[in-house]
Protein backbone atom coordinates (compact mmCIF):
# COMPACT_ATOMS: atom_id res chain seq x y z
CA UNK A 1 0.00 0.00 0.00
CA UNK A 2 1.10 3.37 -0.87
CA UNK A 3 1.80 6.06 1.71
CA UNK A 4 2.89 9.69 2.31
CA UNK A 5 4.30 10.95 5.43
CA UNK A 6 4.02 14.78 6.05
CA UNK A 7 5.68 15.02 9.86
CA UNK A 8 5.07 18.61 10.18
CA UNK A 9 1.56 19.85 10.37
CA UNK A 10 3.09 23.64 10.92
CA UNK A 11 6.02 25.65 10.12
CA UNK A 12 6.97 29.14 10.65
CA UNK A 13 9.78 30.50 9.29
CA UNK A 14 11.39 33.93 8.95
CA UNK A 15 11.75 35.90 6.08
CA UNK A 16 14.75 34.83 3.98
CA UNK A 17 15.58 32.34 6.05
CA UNK A 18 15.85 28.68 4.30
CA UNK A 19 13.08 26.23 4.58
CA UNK A 20 12.57 22.88 4.28
CA UNK A 21 9.34 21.18 4.13
CA UNK A 22 9.20 17.26 4.90
CA UNK A 23 7.64 14.64 3.02
CA UNK A 24 8.61 10.49 3.04
CA UNK A 25 7.07 7.94 1.19
CA UNK A 26 5.96 4.30 1.25
CA UNK A 27 5.36 2.52 -1.99
CA UNK A 28 6.58 -0.71 -3.43
CA UNK A 29 6.46 -0.05 -7.08
CA UNK A 30 7.78 3.15 -9.14
CA UNK A 31 6.15 6.39 -7.77
CA UNK A 32 6.01 9.63 -8.86
CA UNK A 33 6.08 12.88 -6.48
CA UNK A 34 4.44 15.73 -6.45
CA UNK A 35 4.10 19.02 -4.42
CA UNK A 36 0.69 20.53 -4.69
CA UNK A 37 -0.23 24.07 -2.90
CA UNK A 38 -3.04 25.85 -1.67
CA UNK A 39 -2.64 29.48 -0.77
CA UNK A 40 -5.27 31.00 1.71
CA UNK A 41 -8.43 31.14 -0.35
CA UNK A 42 -7.48 29.63 -3.41
CA UNK A 43 -7.73 26.01 -5.12
CA UNK A 44 -5.48 23.61 -4.51
CA UNK A 45 -2.59 23.86 -7.52
CA UNK A 46 0.45 21.81 -8.65
CA UNK A 47 4.04 23.46 -7.26
CA UNK A 48 6.32 21.02 -8.85
CA UNK A 49 6.90 17.08 -10.11
CA UNK A 50 9.78 15.31 -9.44
CA UNK A 51 9.98 13.92 -12.97
CA UNK A 52 9.91 17.96 -14.85
CA UNK A 53 12.97 18.32 -12.54
CA UNK A 54 11.93 21.98 -12.27
CA UNK A 55 12.16 25.13 -9.90
CA UNK A 56 9.14 26.77 -9.35
CA UNK A 57 9.07 29.85 -7.27
CA UNK A 58 12.11 29.14 -6.51
CA UNK A 59 11.48 25.64 -4.42
CA UNK A 60 13.32 22.47 -5.40
CA UNK A 61 12.49 19.12 -4.87
CA UNK A 62 14.57 15.92 -5.39
CA UNK A 63 13.66 12.09 -4.92
CA UNK A 64 15.41 10.36 -2.82
CA UNK A 65 14.90 6.74 -3.25
CA UNK A 66 16.96 4.80 -0.41
CA UNK A 67 15.11 7.73 1.80
CA UNK A 68 12.09 6.96 0.28
CA UNK A 69 11.97 11.25 0.43
CA UNK A 70 10.94 13.81 -1.42
CA UNK A 71 11.50 17.43 0.22
CA UNK A 72 10.65 20.57 -0.65
CA UNK A 73 13.57 23.35 -0.01
CA UNK A 74 13.55 27.01 -0.72
CA UNK A 75 16.62 28.68 0.32
CA UNK A 76 15.13 32.04 0.82
CA UNK A 77 11.49 32.05 1.86
CA UNK A 78 9.30 34.91 1.63
CA UNK A 79 5.91 35.94 2.61
CA UNK A 80 3.63 35.23 -0.36
CA UNK A 81 5.29 31.45 0.05
CA UNK A 82 2.91 31.06 3.27
CA UNK A 83 0.01 28.27 2.26
CA UNK A 84 -0.86 24.41 2.73
CA UNK A 85 1.82 22.38 0.86
CA UNK A 86 0.68 19.00 0.75
CA UNK A 87 3.40 16.06 -1.11
CA UNK A 88 1.42 13.44 -2.90
CA UNK A 89 2.28 10.60 -5.08
CA UNK A 90 1.49 8.47 -8.09
CA UNK A 91 1.95 5.13 -9.22
CA UNK A 92 4.38 5.44 -12.39
CA UNK A 93 2.54 3.52 -14.62
CA UNK A 94 0.35 3.71 -17.88
CA UNK A 95 -2.74 4.73 -16.97
CA UNK A 96 -1.92 5.69 -13.59
CA UNK A 97 -4.27 7.94 -12.12
CA UNK A 98 -5.07 9.22 -8.67
CA UNK A 99 -3.13 10.90 -6.24
CA UNK A 100 -2.06 10.11 -2.13
CA UNK A 101 -2.17 13.03 -0.56
CA UNK A 102 0.05 13.62 2.80
CA UNK A 103 -1.77 15.85 5.60
CA UNK A 104 -0.07 18.53 4.91
CA UNK A 105 2.18 21.11 6.42
CA UNK A 106 0.91 24.95 7.23
CA UNK A 107 4.29 26.82 6.12
CA UNK A 108 4.06 30.85 7.91
CA UNK A 109 6.72 33.09 6.68
CA UNK A 110 7.30 35.93 9.24
CA UNK A 111 7.92 38.69 7.95
CA UNK B 1 -14.68 28.03 -18.72
CA UNK B 2 -11.19 28.90 -17.40
CA UNK B 3 -11.29 26.07 -14.76
CA UNK B 4 -12.74 23.46 -13.28
CA UNK B 5 -16.15 24.81 -11.68
CA UNK B 6 -18.17 22.92 -8.84
CA UNK B 7 -21.48 23.72 -7.22
CA UNK B 8 -22.50 24.47 -4.94
CA UNK B 9 -19.53 26.03 -3.23
CA UNK B 10 -21.49 25.36 0.12
CA UNK B 11 -24.13 22.57 0.93
CA UNK B 12 -26.00 22.20 4.33
CA UNK B 13 -28.16 19.24 4.60
CA UNK B 14 -29.95 17.27 7.42
CA UNK B 15 -28.78 13.46 8.21
CA UNK B 16 -30.23 10.66 5.89
CA UNK B 17 -31.20 13.50 3.24
CA UNK B 18 -29.89 12.55 0.00
CA UNK B 19 -27.38 15.78 -1.88
CA UNK B 20 -25.86 15.91 -5.45
CA UNK B 21 -22.47 17.52 -6.09
CA UNK B 22 -21.94 18.97 -9.46
CA UNK B 23 -18.24 19.23 -11.62
CA UNK B 24 -17.78 20.85 -14.78
CA UNK B 25 -14.15 20.35 -16.15
CA UNK B 26 -11.95 21.98 -18.09
CA UNK B 27 -13.22 21.80 -21.53
CA UNK B 28 -11.29 18.71 -23.38
CA UNK B 29 -9.83 17.29 -20.40
CA UNK B 30 -11.23 13.47 -20.32
CA UNK B 31 -9.73 12.45 -17.04
CA UNK B 32 -11.76 13.50 -14.19
CA UNK B 33 -11.45 12.84 -10.37
CA UNK B 34 -13.06 13.29 -7.34
CA UNK B 35 -11.67 13.98 -3.85
CA UNK B 36 -12.78 13.85 -0.28
CA UNK B 37 -11.07 15.98 2.35
CA UNK B 38 -12.07 16.12 5.69
CA UNK B 39 -10.49 18.43 8.27
CA UNK B 40 -7.16 18.16 9.27
CA UNK B 41 -6.21 15.65 6.62
CA UNK B 42 -5.37 15.71 2.98
CA UNK B 43 -7.94 15.06 -0.11
CA UNK B 44 -8.80 11.39 -0.20
CA UNK B 45 -9.37 9.85 -3.16
CA UNK B 46 -12.76 8.64 -4.25
CA UNK B 47 -13.04 8.02 -7.91
CA UNK B 48 -12.01 8.52 -11.37
CA UNK B 49 -13.39 8.67 -14.69
CA UNK B 50 -11.51 8.40 -18.41
CA UNK B 51 -14.44 9.81 -20.33
CA UNK B 52 -17.57 8.27 -19.45
CA UNK B 53 -17.03 5.30 -17.39
CA UNK B 54 -15.78 4.91 -13.83
CA UNK B 55 -12.16 3.46 -14.60
CA UNK B 56 -11.31 3.47 -10.83
CA UNK B 57 -13.81 3.93 -8.33
CA UNK B 58 -12.33 1.74 -4.98
CA UNK B 59 -12.29 4.71 -2.97
CA UNK B 60 -15.80 5.14 -2.60
CA UNK B 61 -16.21 4.71 1.17
CA UNK B 62 -19.72 2.05 0.70
CA UNK B 63 -22.74 2.38 -1.46
CA UNK B 64 -24.35 5.27 -0.81
CA UNK B 65 -21.53 6.93 -2.37
CA UNK B 66 -22.10 7.51 -6.59
CA UNK B 67 -21.12 8.91 -9.44
CA UNK B 68 -21.70 9.17 -12.98
CA UNK B 69 -20.04 11.20 -16.28
CA UNK B 70 -22.63 10.27 -18.78
CA UNK B 71 -21.47 12.69 -21.47
CA UNK B 72 -17.99 12.57 -20.47
CA UNK B 73 -17.89 16.44 -19.79
CA UNK B 74 -20.03 17.48 -16.54
CA UNK B 75 -19.75 14.69 -13.52
CA UNK B 76 -22.07 14.65 -10.31
CA UNK B 77 -21.47 12.99 -6.98
CA UNK B 78 -24.58 11.51 -5.39
CA UNK B 79 -24.65 10.47 -1.98
CA UNK B 80 -27.54 8.87 -0.08
CA UNK B 81 -28.52 8.77 3.31
CA UNK B 82 -25.91 11.25 4.57
CA UNK B 83 -24.81 10.85 7.56
CA UNK B 84 -22.83 13.07 9.89
CA UNK B 85 -19.83 11.69 9.21
CA UNK B 86 -19.69 12.29 5.32
CA UNK B 87 -19.03 16.62 6.38
CA UNK B 88 -15.86 17.17 4.42
CA UNK B 89 -14.83 19.51 1.03
CA UNK B 90 -15.32 17.42 -2.09
CA UNK B 91 -12.85 18.04 -4.62
CA UNK B 92 -13.17 17.70 -8.17
CA UNK B 93 -10.16 17.44 -11.32
CA UNK B 94 -9.31 16.98 -14.12
CA UNK B 95 -6.38 16.56 -16.38
CA UNK B 96 -6.31 16.06 -20.09
CA UNK B 97 -5.91 11.99 -19.20
CA UNK B 98 -5.19 9.61 -17.03
CA UNK B 99 -1.44 10.26 -15.54
CA UNK B 100 -1.82 13.37 -17.68
CA UNK B 101 1.36 16.44 -16.38
CA UNK B 102 -1.18 18.36 -14.35
CA UNK B 103 -4.68 18.06 -12.36
CA UNK B 104 -6.46 21.06 -12.06
CA UNK B 105 -8.80 21.30 -9.10
CA UNK B 106 -11.79 22.98 -8.41
CA UNK B 107 -12.51 25.15 -5.61
CA UNK B 108 -14.53 22.88 -3.90
CA UNK B 109 -18.16 21.91 -2.17
CA UNK B 110 -18.41 21.90 1.39
CA UNK B 111 -20.62 19.85 2.71
CA UNK B 112 -21.78 19.86 6.15
CA UNK B 113 -24.72 17.35 7.49
CA UNK B 114 -26.22 17.92 10.32
Known amino acids: AQRVTQPEKLLSVFKGAPVELKCNYSYSGSPELFWYVQYSRQRLQLLLRHISRESIKGFTADLNKGETSFHLKKPFAQEEDSAMYYC?????????????FGTGTRLTVIP | GAGVSQTPSNKVTEKGKYVELRCDPISGHTALYWYRQSLGQGPEFLIY????????DSGLPNDRFFAVRPEGSVSTLKIQRTERGDSAVYLC????????????FGQGTRLTVV
Open chain 2, 93 to 104: ASSHYAGGPEAF
Open chain 2, 49 to 56: FQGTGAAD
Open chain 1, 88 to 100: ALSALAPGANNLF
